[in-house]
Nanobody, 123 residues
Framework: VQLQASGGGSVQAGGDLKLSCVASGRTSNSYAMGWFRQAPGKEREFLAAITWIGGATYYEDSAKGRFAISRDNAKNTVYLQINNLKLEDTAIYYC?????????????????WGPGTLVTVSS
């Protein structure tokens, strides 16, 4: 499985951004996908996850309200909508896929990762 995230860029605080992650090479539909981010000097942080079957979602408490995860099964794509961007949202955003099929917040549960897309928020 290969994952490719896109949609990052430089935005001003208060703006919105929608990240995409396209998956290819899958052999089943029993999986879930998640979004994480890693800011300079910090550990990778869980944001949200979604199951491919059913679309059940799971958010980190700090991500509730401004972040929204969704998926398009036909396009094998998961999205992360980020609204009202803040300076502290500056990070590399990664998408991951877990074969376990449930939305998990633990990075160790993810089997595949994309290379990440950089989001830079300026004032």
């Amino acid at each position: 499985v290969q994952l490719q995230a896109s949609g990052g860029g430089s935005v001003q605080a208060g703006g919105d951004l929608k990240l995409s992650c396209v998956a290819s090479g899958r052999t089943s539909n029993s999986y879930a996908m998640g979004w994480f981010r890693q800011a300079p000097g910090k550990e990778r942080e869980f944001l949200a996850a979604i199951t491919w079957i059913g679309g059940a979602t799971y958010y980190e408490d700090s991500a509730k309200g401004r972040f929204a995860i969704s998926r398009d099964n036909a396009k094998n794509t998961v999205y992360l909508q980020i609204n009202n961007l803040k300076l502290e949202d500056t990070a590399i955003y990664y998408c991951g896929e877990t074969k376990d099929g449930f939305a998990t917040r633990w990075a160790r549960d993810y089997d595949h990762w994309g290379p990440g897309t950089l989001v830079t928020v300026s004032s």
